[in-house]
Nanobody, 129 residues
């Protein structure tokens, strides 16, 4: 079965850095688009970043461009999210997910994911003095 396990979350001061890991089992993530999402209490789920399996193209939400970097290690079957220059507004539970598509986006827009798709359990990121 398709499963994810996120790790690497924690408490960090503003301006600090954190690296999240998303380890996949049950499938080879190199072939599929893997996305990072986040959700803060009282807020809607927000797309953070995505890396395509077909061509390796990467995508970022406007709020994290220039600060976050998504990458993939095929040998470890793991996707990473390097988060730099963290801000209090980055505080959220971070999830990785896939809809088992090869691309994150098409010319018609980026593909949405919902509860029918495959999600990890989430890891808490807290940015606070």
């Amino acid at each position: 079965q398709v499963q994810f396990e996120e790790s690497g979350g924690g408490l960090v001061q503003p301006g600090g850095s954190l690296r999240l890991s998303c380890a996949a089992s049950g499938f080879g993530l190199r072939y599929y688009a893997i996305g990072w999402f986040r959700q803060a209490p009282g807020k809607e789920r927000e797309g953070v970043s995505c890396i395509s399996g077909s061509d390796g193209n990467t995508y970022y939400g406007d709020s994290v461009k220039g600060r976050f970097t998504i990458s993939r290690d095929n040998a470890k079957n793991t996707v990473y999210l390097q988060m730099n220059s963290l801000k209090p507004e980055d505080t959220a539970v971070y999830y990785c997910a896939t809809g088992l598509r090869t691309r994150c986006c098409s010319g018609n827009g980026c593909y949405p994911l919902d509860e029918r798709d495959y999600w990890g359990q989430g890891t808490q990121v807290t940015v606070s003095p």
